[in-house]
């Protein structure tokens, strides 16, 4: 958390994608339902992207503290929780507490863990709250507490568009192991339904173009829903290309190794990863395949607890084995997000930092603004955020030419800035070390 915090605070984390929960939350309960401002400047809702309407928990909560810091406080926290019901399950199933504690610390240092509870480059995401959400549902299922299960795996399902049908494998899980067969298949029948409808149904219908916006990722395996069962049908290859690469290869070992393949003995269990795997190793954008990044949400869970449940089976002594898994994982969890720290703590204090917090304080609430991407996850709290070079009906621009997100854009975002510097129905209120604010003077100015 400590991490987190810092990183926010010296202006790293930026619009994609703290803003992006940010303005949502803000505006819904400023009266408009889950509205944000896209990059291309247009207000739109964010279900249109994807469904996680799980960020309206957080609506009342910004009445009281309207800042970003909330959600990336939050999201810490409640990934670290995920230690209780790993803790619990492992108690149970293997008898004993050192057992227990060795895979509750393996659950916190498990790199893909780390990264849901904070990425350094993109901060919160409702996501990653399925993580320890999935490992309670799993707590209360294998102790046929079907009421509190029911509540978290509903909970659960608000956390983004295929988490429900990740849900639905532990009815699977559920029917075999415990022979409920009609809550179980039921389950999974409720959370297919539920992604299906997301897909479907609830994106398309939001999403300006009326199509999911992200299709382009999966075009070498149809593209659509509807396109992936044709290609099934008619190329099935075209999914081994897409997903047998090297690079993919080793996202996955990453993953799954660290537990020392106990999950192997837990295979229905483990079903529920499928869906994300699926869409991460289908998909064209490498970031889907790289640990660091929240895209594991959907798989984390299932492997710990999969893990646990397989350990049980085995005829080994279980703090051994479990001290072994732990020594896996903190080899792995050398690769942490932690180790911006060691960039981050030196920019506490720093000139820099002073600049950029002096310009966004600058900034009046609730005005229309435009900013560059890490200045503009500080200033989401309102109706329209523009990230710059796009100006719109923005009042204010504040501007960071040292953004390292721009990348090769930066030539254009400068010819850009130097226009509205230029420009006289513009005035500039601030100006140092590439560090820029302007305002747009009245109209009769």
Not at 3 to 15: D, Q, T
Not at 103 to 132: E, R
Not at 285 to 314: C, E, M, N
Not at 344 to 371: C, F, M, N, W
């Amino acid at each position: 958390m400590f991490a987190a915090v810092v990183n926010y605070l010296v202006f790293r984390s930026g619009r994609v994608d703290l803003a992006n929960m940010v303005q949502p939350i803000w505006n819904t309960l400023h009266g408009h339902f889950l509205e944000t401002t896209t990059l291309s400047g247009r207000q739109e809702d964010r279900l249109g992207f994807h469904v996680d309407p799980f960020l309206l928990v957080f609506v009342p909560v910004f009445w009281l503290w309207p800042s970003p810091l909330l959600l990336v406080v939050v999201q810490a926290l409640v990934v670290a929780s995920g230690a209780l019901p790993v803790f619990w399950l492992a108690r149970k199933h293997l008898g004993s507490p050192r057992a227990a504690a060795h895979f509750a610390f393996a659950y916190l240092l498990y790199p893909a863990t780390q990264f849901n509870a904070f990425t350094s480059t993109s901060s919160f995401h409702s996501v990653a709250v399925a993580v320890p959400l999935v490992l309670y549902a799993v707590w209360f299922l294998d102790e046929d507490r079907l009421v509190a299960f029911s509540a978290v795996a509903l909970l659960t399902c608000t956390t983004k568009e295929e988490i429900p049908l990740a849900v639905g494998c532990l009815g699977v899980w559920y029917a075999v192991r415990r022979g409920r067969r009609l809550f179980g298949f039921s389950v999974f029948a409720a959370g297919l339904a539920i992604t299906a409808f997301d897909f479907l149904w609830v994106i398309p219908h939001f999403s300006p173009t009326g199509a999911d916006p992200f299709v382009g990722r999966y075009r070498a395996v149809g593209g659509t829903p509807q396109g992936m069962a044709h290609t099934l049908v008619t190329d099935p290859l075209a999914f081994v290309h897409a997903a047998a690469t090297w690079h993919k290869g080793l996202y996955v070992l990453l993953l799954l190794g660290p537990f020392l393949g106990c999950w192997l003995l837990e295979p229905l269990l483990l079903l529920g990863a499928v869906p994300d795997l699926a869409i991460n190793l289908l998909s064209s954008k490498s970031d889907q395949t790289w640990i660091s990044y929240h895209w594991t949400a959907g798989i984390v869970p299932f492997v710990v607890a999969a893990s646990i449940l397989g350990a049980s089976r085995l005829r080994a002594d279980a703090a051994r084995l479990s001290l072994g898994v732990l020594a896996v994982v903190g080899v792995t969890a050398i690769y942490s997000p932690i180790l911006v720290l060691a960039h981050d703590l030196p920019a506490l204090g720093s000139a820099v930092v002073a600049r950029q917090q002096h310009a966004v304080g600058l900034i009046p609430p609730r005005v229309p603004v435009s900013g560059s991407i890490w200045l503009d996850g500080h200033l989401a709290e309102r109706r329209v955020s523009y990230t710059f070079p796009v100006v719109g009906k923005a009042r204010w621009i504040v501007v960071d030419v040292h953004d390292p997100n721009y990348g090769a854009k930066i030539a254009l975002v400068k010819r850009n800035l130097r226009r509205y510097e230029t420009n006289p129905r513009w005035r500039t209120v601030f100006a140092s070390h590439g560090v820029v604010v302007l305002h747009k003077r009245a109209a009769n100015g």
